[in-house]
């Protein structure tokens, strides 16, 4: 539609707004695309802030709202479509997005993990409370998810590795989320379909909530008994969420298979190999990579590297061979968010891999071990430094007392 036709469509009943005016419960009728010489009709209701990020994320400026319609949130009937980017950019397949750099998509980023983590938490008082899921929700946080991994993957890659032991069950569902986006993105699947993926995911633990805290929380082994009642989570989990609109048939998928494995020791349907889809192996790999990386009641977190040690030594009984390779190619030999000690005694987090040389990331700096001591933030590519650095190990913050999270806000947010 043409820019002059813009004052036709904003009577004087309507007003046009700036997207930082643009609050949860208002009434969008179009979108502006002024720079463009264009208005985009896009009729519905913004549900959360999530939409609102997902908005500015994708560059727009302007909007259009009947202030006449505007309602509490929770009685929203008609919710505003998704909107990825500008309408002249091709969403269905990877590669067309614009990258930026992680210190600037990292603001967002982190804005956004936030928001997820709260949905994270509401989905499951929600489900505890049997009260019915909000999927269209939960689906334009895990929309925006995408968008933010099409920018710069390493962004939300870097805060999913900031773990927080007492919310493991809200931050597994979320960081598997994070991991499957950049396992899709990775594998060159269609956009709708990294989507669900990422939908599914976000959700595959939700059926957890049934499960007695005693149990999940029991710092030692399970008996029979309580190892069979924790396997009921993901039948319980299918069973909830199977009749809710907007859940697909690939989200499910993820839900349902999510335990299963190759050698048929998997639950709860014991499938064999083939029986198996794609996206249920895919699944099955990141939610016990996450797991592993992770602190939990029971068991120390393992570096990454352990972890894909483990994979890979389990693969073709376990995981599918081929994806574990897959998987551990698009994460890196060391992550994105990974602490690491160089040879020079420097520590520092992975902040990009390198593709050709996978044991030569870029590592941004900030401790000296030898001199127990910060230093000025510094980005060493390990391919290129003057220094002969390399990766002598692994690390854990507590060994050097390290506040991973104050290095983030000096280092990202400065």
């Known amino acids: 539609m043409p820019s002059d036709q813009l004052a036709n469509d904003n009577s004087s009943k309507f007003n046009e707004i700036d997207i930082n005016q643009l609050r949860p419960g208002m009434y969008v009728k179009s979108i502006s695309f002024q ?13 959360s802030a999530s939409k609102v990020m997902q908005l500015k994320a994708a560059g727009i400026k302007k909007l259009i709202i009947d202030p006449a319609k505007q309602k509490a949130a929770e009685q ?17 397949k990877v590669g067309n997005h614009k990258s930026v750099s992680l210190e600037d998509e990292l603001k967002n980023a982190k804005s956004l993990y936030g928001n997820a983590k709260d949905i994270q938490k509401k989905i499951l008082g929600t489900v505890q409370a049997d009260r019915s899921l909000d999927a269209e929700e939960v689906r334009e946080t895990t929309d925006a998810m995408v ?29 598997c989320s994070i991991l499957m986006a950049i396992f899709a993105k990775h ?5 709708e379909i990294i989507e669900q993926l990422t939908l599914g995911a976000f959700l595959h633990d939700v059926g957890k909530v049934f499960i007695p805290n005693d149990i999940l929380d029991k710092p030692g082994a399970l008996n029979d008994k309580e190892q069979k009642l924790v396997q009921t989570h993901v039948a319980l989990g299918a069973k909830i969420l199977e009749d809710t609109p907007h859940i697909s048939h690939i989200a499910m998928t993820c839900i349902r298979e999510h335990h299963e494995r190759l050698d048929g020791s998997g639950y709860p349907r014991q499938l064999k190999d083939d029986d198996i889809s794609k996206y249920g192996k895919m699944m099955a790999i990141v939610d016990s990579y996450g797991a592993m990386i992770s602190d939990r009641c029971y068991q120390k977190a393992v570096h990454p590297t352990a972890a894909f040690k483990t994979l890979t030594q389990e693969s073709s009984t376990a995981y599918d061979e081929e994806l574990v390779e897959k998987f551990i190619q698009c994460l890196g030999v060391y992550p994105v968010g990974t602490l690491v000690q160089l040879n020079s005694g420097k520590i520092g987090l992975i902040s990009e891999i390198n ?5 030569h990331p870029i590592v941004k700096v900030f401790y000296n071990a030898r001199l127990n001591q910060t230093i000025p933030i510094e980005d060493i590519d390990l391919s290129k430094s003057k220094y002969r650095d390399q990766i002598d190990k692994c690390i854990r913050p507590e060994e050097f007392n390290l506040n991973l999270m104050s290095f983030f806000k000096t280092a990202f947010e400065a």
């Open 35 to 47: 720079d463009k010489g264009f208005i985009l009709k896009s009729e519905g209701y913004v549900l």
């Open 76 to 92: 929203i009937d008609k919710v505003m479509p998704n909107i990825t980017s500008s309408p002249l950019t091709k969403l269905n």
């Open 147 to 175: 968008d933010s991994i099409f920018r710069n993957q390493d962004a939300l890659a870097c805060l999913s590795r900031l773990h927080s032991k007492s919310d493991y069950l809200s931050e597994h569902a979320l960081n």
């Open 187 to 191: 594998l060159k699947l269609d956009r």
């Open 355 to 359: 593709q050709t040389k996978p044991t």
